[in-house]
């Protein structure tokens, strides 16, 4: 989750007034902000990547203002219309067939401020923006460009000098070369041309999704800007625009709109929507009795705003919410602004005993047994290393079943038993005291389709007289006392256990494991001087 | 096979070796045991067949006390004659007699006449020629010149002597008492030889203060309880228990759920894929007809049923549990879930890739998200924890949703626990279900880690011996 950091003078300033900061630490939970670490001056908090409005101290500020009353209803994006304009090539609609864009004017910009919106640019991208695949932003100083602005396709031999270098480079330079061109490259697929906006005077003012030109670079001084948002979704562009108008628009620039032409694009509103709310539904879903009138006193907490029309109540919601898209939302927002801590929670009936499936039963009453028998219950992991599960027993390796890209080598494979990881478990204890028996039951995979899950139970016993006799002695009282049933051993070869002491488990005639003392070669392989002897046995066909 | 021996068995055969066929109470003496450790001894080394034991019957003769008074004066008889001797003539009148000898005068003639040492004649008593010490005198001799005053009839060697000095009121008793000696065998003469002479003094005592070897309790894993902890509270509050998968569709783990097919959750970096596995048949085509329906209008993409039919290791029980209601089509119901899921993550000391997760619903048409929060405190009551509290939260499944924060006194704040929301309408309604369902849930890990004061979630896997062993199970 995306974390974001608030500055307690910079909200009091967008709040406009001093909130004691305590009241500011309590509140923010309530917006849904978890809070990761608390300083002096500033608070660390993580948000939610539905609520991208809240990517920025601003958006932070407006939902404050709400919940502590200082300003509720919905915050109003006024756009001036612009008279400048960004013109599409139809080459761009088989990549990113989308561009919209503002201005924003009149605006001073400090060290934080360009920071707070480095680091919103960020999330957008890799939020709603999925990595810069949906959607992604570019922020210019307006007065470094010249309108019209062209939206097209350039070749990869094409120059400019991109942000963050002062060299000019060729498009396949930067792809190869750039962070960004090496991170983000691959969205650009194998196409010949790549897409550019350009403007009037055949300066490159970006390369989408990429990286933008040294020429339009935001620093202290600039006063103007211009952010266009290039995506593969009409709707996301829309959506990561208005969150930044908004902003911008706290932040105190005036929003001009920039007229946008060409196949299937157009400029855009950035309008409030209509939604209707049944206060029916509210009532129900939160338990609460709740007259209309609080339900909309409680929606403009949280900043939007609501009337009645007839018996329903008419939602308006800024075009930054994007994460509003059905009624049952507005019943949350309800929730929120009549405040949390204020519902009283009740405790419904049941209707009938519950009760425990029978298969964790009888594998609960199995553990006691093995406990009875003097076992240690341990738990291992399912998904388990190569090395553990088949190279040091030399266990036949082909019914592997691995998942993909892993993050570590010891989680790679799907475990088909459980007793390597027991073995493995007492290669760890070797400094502990002796005996050791241990057991655990617990799910295997069996490759197939689809995949089999059975349920197996697996012990050992370490010492320096662990025996075969013993182990089947343990086998024999486990199916005796767990299960009211006797087993036979047959002869058999496994190379987890030792020539001449292994054997098959057979109840009934049918084989559901297999015993024997564990192999002198296994246990040197982790360094193991004490003898052990262990078994493991398929619980699926004889309990459930 | 070497035998090892008590001190005491050490001490008695030492003893023996040096002299056999002895009572107990001599050994007693000799060894400087107590008659009660020389009778626990003999028993044990009887066993080993180290001793014999022969039991025999023996009279002890002791002087009663005319006995004594006998052996100060001599008996009647001989104080008769020692009388006679003091006369010239050594003889004298009966009357004469009888006044020195008051009581005794009767015996005293008697023996005196019985021992052939006087003769009657005409009134008077004559003293004759040889009067020699008699058997009962030697008798009485032998016996109170003994320490302590006391002979066995062995010893006096004269049954007749002791007969006659029974018939004799108040001159001796006789007791009859058993008598057990004790001999070395053969086994337990060598043991003897072979065994150094216990040096040190006889001291039974040993250090009850020292510690006592450790041995361990089998028990249950400390994990393994707090989740039978939490299936009990569930069933208590009237919840029914599924058991279901691990592998599953994407279809149930993320379609179901209302989650978008290009969301950050379903890319590989979160979730485990099995590698080229996918299942045949995710769904009924109508479930699948409605899932895809609802992603093309909720999220507007194209829906892609390749994508769900991606087999995953659970990322969450709440599959198991939408599969459960579609099929069931439940009114009213109470179920939940507990077992592994897995996350695609790097291992730390507070992520691990598989942990326990529970989840409950409860469907109905009446339920309410105050029910929810009820259900969760009930929930915390149980588990012992008393100060909770909601936060909003957001899961792409369910709204509204809340977290819940429980305050935990060891680390002094506020912690997540469970999360839970109502499910919505983009979820129930294509799977045909009614009525509202209420869920949470959570890991169980971070319980357990409250529970037992841990820093480290991985401890609960490494199964170290040292802590299963030290953590008090019923506390």
Redesign the interface.
Known sequence: MPVITLYFSRLARLMGRRIPRERIVSTL????L?IEEEASDHISVEY????PDFSTDYGVAAGLEGLLGIKTGIPVLKIKKGIDSIRVEPSVGRVRPFIVAIEALNGRLDDETIRQMIAMQEDLHNGIG?RRK?ASIGIHDLEKIKFPLVYGTVERNHKFVPLGSNDTMSVSEILANTETGKAYGHLLEDSKKVLAIMDHEKNTISLPPIINSKLTEVTTRTKNLLVEVTAL?K?IAEDTLSIIAQMLQKGGFKISSVRISGARNSTPLLSPRKMLLDPALVS?????DISPSEMMRSLKKSRLDAKMRGRQILCTIPRYRT?L??P??L??EV??GYG??D??????K????????R??AAL?AT??I??G???????????VGRKEQYELPGRDASGA????????Q??EI?RDAILPGLVD?LS??IH??YP???FETG?V?LKG???S?ETHLACVSAHNDANFTEIKSVLQAILKSGFGMTCTTKVSHNPMFLEGRTADVLVAGRRIGVVGEISEHLLSSYKMRVPAAGFEINLSGLIF | MSQVLHPIEQKILHALLDKSDITQEDLSVKTQLSIDQVRRGIEWLRFKEMVQVKESEKNYVKLAKRGLAAFESGLPERQLVNYLRTIPVFSCEMDQARSHLKDEFGPAIANAKKNGWIEIYQNRILLKGYHDATAEERAIKLIATKDPPMATSDEIGDADAIESLKKRPEFITVACTKNVLVALTEKGTQAAQSTPVFQDSVNRAIDVEAPAP?V?A????P??DVI?EV?EI??????????G???QSSFWNFDALFIPQ?H?ARE??DT????S?S??SVASPRHVRQVSKAHQK?W?YGWRLEAAKR?V?RTHTTCVTIKELADRQYE?A?L?S?G?V?R????SYKH???FNQVEGV?V?E??????L??????FYRKMGITKA??????F?YT????QS?IYNERLGKWV?LFGMG?F???VTRPLGIKN?VLAWGGGIERIAMLRYGLDDVRE???????W??SVPKCQ
Do not use: C
């Open positions: 939970p309530f917006l849904g978890d939610s990547p539905n609520r999925r949906k979704d709707i129900g879903v939160l338990g609460l994460d898209s059905s049952i939302d019943v949350e929730m929120l949390i801590a519902i009283s929670p009740t405790i419904p049941a209707g009938s005993a519950g009760q425990k499936n298969v964790t609960g553990g006691e093995m406990v028998l003097g076992y240690q219950e341990v738990m291992n992991f399912s998904l079943l691995p998942v993909a890209d892993s993050k570590t010891e989680h799907l478990t760890r204890n502990e005291s050791q028996n241990i799910i995979f389709s689809p995949v899950e | 450790l361990f089998a028990r249950s894993h994990l393994a039978d299936r569930f069933v208590s509050l009237g919840f029914s228990e599924l058991v998968r691990n592998v290009d950050p590989m970096q485990f894929y099995l590698r596995l299942s045949k909720g507007g087999m290791l009213e109470r939940f507990i592994r897995y695609n993550e790097k291992v691990l890739v598989e409860v109905g009446k339920v309410t998200l105050r029910d929060m009820g259900l969760q405190m009930e509290k909601f936060w909003p939260t957001f792409p709204e509204p949703s809340l924060m997540e109502i919505r309408p983009e509202r609960l896997y490494q199964n170290r011996l040292g299963l062993r």
